[in-house]
């Protein structure tokens, strides 16, 4: 079996951007009274799944997600609730998308050897 590291680096980025815009989604809605977070599936899933999960609502309250949009969700489990029942936490989404970000730039980065790699292996263009 061989691996694909550029092709798994790719897959990596459009998961990272699709679970910045599911935490992006938990944020719009800190307002929202009753709301429960969201968190994305592990990455690990999407590669088992093959990375097609379709995008879940759990409440007809629910933001509908984009026309197009694959990524699928789960309930976040919360410790506290305000007193409407909204779940998010502003300060853990706000450290979960600062964890997504450095997790970017590590994607980005390797994307980047391994090309430098690949280049250098074949040489100056004729």
Known sequence: MTLNLLGLAADRLVYLAQSQSVLAGNIANTDTPGYVPKAPVAFSNVLNGGGNLAMVTTSA????????????????????????????????????????????????NIYKTYLGMFTTALGPNP
Request: aromatic share 4%.
């Open 61 to 108: 309250n629910d933001i509908p997600s984009p026309a197009g949009q694959s990524f699928s969700t789960r309930i976040a489990t919360v410790a506290a609730k305000s007193p409407d029942g909204n779940g998010v936490s502003l300060e853990s989404q706000l450290a979960a998308i600062a964890g997504n970000q450095i997790n970017q730039q590590y994607a980005v």
